[in-house]
């Protein structure tokens, strides 16, 4: 399955966007899907991520209460609704897709899209 994320851009402090991760060459109803972060010399960190279903998500501690996974089986879509944006959001943010569950650690995905920039100024 191919992934393209989509959204990033340019916010102030305590604004909102919404990312979104179009699947293509499979169906996203069959993998947990999940969104990582990596900042300028960070390694890549987990976001959140919901299983296929939608029903059940996780969340870093971090975004917990300001971020939102929702998908779209129908479209094959997910997004992210950021909110309440901080500079410390400030990454290139990551989805993917885990054929067997929707985990927390790198290393559990199997496909991974090519990534959008977010930057919040303060």
């Known amino acids: 399955v191919q992934l393209q994320a989509s959204g990033g851009g340019l916010v102030q402090a305590g604004g909102s966007l919404r990312l979104s991760c179009a699947a293509s060459g499979g169906t996203i109803s069959t993998y947990g899907m999940g969104w990582f972060r990596q900042a300028p010399g960070k390694e890549r960190e987990f976001v959140a991520a919901?299983?296929?279903?939608?029903?059940?998500?996780h969340y870093a501690d971090s975004v917990k209460g300001r971020f939102t996974i929702s998908r779209d089986n129908a479209k094959n879509t997910v997004h992210l609704q950021m909110n309440s944006l901080k500079p410390e959001d400030t990454a290139v943010y990551y989805c993917?897709?885990?054929?067997?569950?929707?985990?927390?650690?790198?290393?559990?995905?199997?496909?991974w899209g090519q990534g959008t920039q977010v930057t919040v100024s303060s």
């Open positions: 993917a897709a885990d054929r067997t569950g929707w985990g927390l650690k790198r290393s559990e995905y199997d496909y």
């Open positions: 919901n299983n296929w279903s939608g029903g059940g998500a």
